[in-house]
């Protein structure tokens, strides 16, 4: 007998679309839970109603066997060491398409078709100025302030200047918003990088595509004209590629739980960016070109592999392993292959760090250790090697994780806005503080 005794019906409404259900019993409870089955990948118990049947949360630090929501967007097998946004696998469109129709890919949900994409990369080019007083806001910052800093503090606060697109009731809007976003964030992270060197913003270029016009207003001075090196802004705008989704990662939880309450969405990227910062997220970019460099030479590998398995050291491979990937990240594949292309063209082939960590590499998934735990390069094992190659400082690196991350976590963000099933986000916890007690007066503890 369940507790509610209303459930049941609740159950029974769920369950006629459930595939199968999951019986499970605690206590003097027995319940059936409905099993729902998605498009690809894992089945789903739905214990949505198991607390007020049975008095029991579930219980899953990390999230390690929790589904989110439902979503259409990104589908990752990690055993497979698979990525499809919308169904087209990563190394397709890293190969055969481009940034912004990946955008509208993620957005909309299809490729767009030459009207699509012309008008899609029409409207992006015309949001791509910023309100000229947010550059007051930008001098407000010192000068050695870290990029991820700026740019959490200054996406935020786009709220303030685009009243007209925070509403996020109406459709309209939140399309605005979306494109906002994916126009503004290349023109905000290059001011960041300008104003941490002291040179003058540059304003975009319509005549530009979007990698080209990015790397244009980072690497201009507006005392000579300045030529876009196209192998190098194909390599940048594959590099955004394979940065801009990745299904329910923490930084686009964090958008959707920030979504949840109703926060205007340049609130929520501006919480997604904050979460991406941290080194065991989007941060590990920065982080593995600094072990690289600690590391030095190929003879201090084994040293360094020894402290990654020694449980009393704190040190990690940094850009090795994940959460859901158990055989190799498919973008790092291409992060390494875009790695060489563009040391070749920079000319930078001699950079150290690409023999360590390709010896790194080589030795870690030949170690018994890494192979036990499936553990493998990830997207930002080469990803610091290639940005600094391109002339981006490590302090960039995951800037402009955030300024690819932008399209998936607002398309994430759209998605659960959307869903009629969507509600706030609010979970539980196992409680294992103090028993109830009484206040003591001071003279009495
Ligand atoms: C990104 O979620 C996403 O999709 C993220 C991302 C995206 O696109 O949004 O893919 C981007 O964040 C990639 C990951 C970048 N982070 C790093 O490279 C930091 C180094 N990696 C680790 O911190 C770790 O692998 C995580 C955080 C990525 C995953 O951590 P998990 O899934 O919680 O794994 P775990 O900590 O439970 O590790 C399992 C075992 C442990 O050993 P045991 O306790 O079983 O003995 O593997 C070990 C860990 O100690 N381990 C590592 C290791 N990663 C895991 N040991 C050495 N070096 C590592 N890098």
Redesign the pocket.
Do not use: C, Q, W
């Given at each position: 007998m369940s507790k509610a005794g209303a459930s049941k019906k609740d159950t029974t409404k769920a369950s006629s679309e459930a595939a199968a259900s999951a019986s499970i019993s605690v206590g003097d409870f027995a319940e059936d839970l409905p099993v729902y089955s998605g498009t690809m990948g894992p089945q789903v118990i739905d214990v949505s109603k198991l607390y007020t049947d049975t008095d029991y949360f579930t219980y899953d630090p990390?999230f390690?066997s929790t589904a989110s929501c439902a979503s259409k967007i990104t589908f990752?097998d990690g055993d497979k060491g698979l990525l499809l946004y919308r169904g087209y696998p990563i190394d397709q469109l890293a190969e055969f398409g481009n940034y912004l129709e990946t955008c509208h890919l993620l957005l909309y949900g299809e490729l767009p078709n030459e009207a699509e994409n012309k008008d899609f990369i029409q409207r992006v080019t015309r949001h791509t100025m910023i309100h000229e007083q947010m550059n007051r806001f930008f001098t407000g910052f010192r000068r050695d302030a870290h990029p991820m800093a700026v740019m959490v503090g200054s996406v935020g606060a786009l709220s303030a200047f685009y009243h007209d697109s925070t509403d996020i009731s109406d459709p309209v809007q939140r399309d605005i918003a979306s494109i906002r976003m994916i126009a503004k964030m290349p023109t905000m992270a290059a001011m960041a990088y300008k104003y941490s060197i002291g040179q003058p913003f540059i304003y975009p270029r319509n005549d530009l595509d979007y990698a080209a016009n990015f790397l244009s207003m980072c690497f201009a001075v507006p005392c000579e004209p300045f030529q876009v090196n196209p192998v190098l802004a194909r390599a940048m705008d594959r590099i955004f590629i394979l940065?801009a989704d990745?299904?329910q990662?923490?930084?686009?939880s964090t958008v959707r739980l920030a979504g949840s309450s109703g926060a205007n969405p340049f609130a929520c990227i501006s919480a997604g960016i904050a979460c991406l910062w941290g080194?065991?997220?989007?941060g590990?970019n920065e982080?593995?070109l600094d072990m690289l460099e600690q590391i030095g030479t190929i003879d201090r590998i084994p040293e360094f592999i020894a402290r990654?398995?020694d449980?009393n050291d704190p040190f990690?491979?940094?850009?090795?392993?994940?959460?859901?990937?158990k055989n190799y990240?498919p973008?790092a594949r291409i992060m390494q292959k875009t790695c060489h292309e563009v040391l070749n063209e920079t000319g930078s082939d001699h950079d150290p760090t690409l023999p360590v960590a390709m010896e790194l590499e080589k030795i870690a998934l030949e170690d018994e250790?890494?192979v036990s735990?499936k553990?493998y390069p990830?997207?930002?094992?080469y990803s610091g090697i290639t940005l600094r190659a391109l002339g981006f400082p490590r302090t960039m690196f995951t800037v402009l994780f955030a300024l690819a991350?932008t399209v998936g976590w607002i398309a994430q963000w759209k998605e659960m806005i959307e869903d009629p099933d969507q509600r706030i986000g609010r979970p539980r916890q196992l409680y294992t503080g103090p028993v109830m007690r009484s206040y003591a007066e001071i003279d009495q503890r």
């Open positions: 990390g390690t990752i940065h990745h299904e990662n923490a930084s686009t080194p065991a997220h989007g590990a982080a593995a990654a398995k449980k990690r491979l940094m850009g090795f392993g994940h959460r859901v990937y990240d973008r250790y890494f735990r553990l990830n997207v930002d094992f991350r």
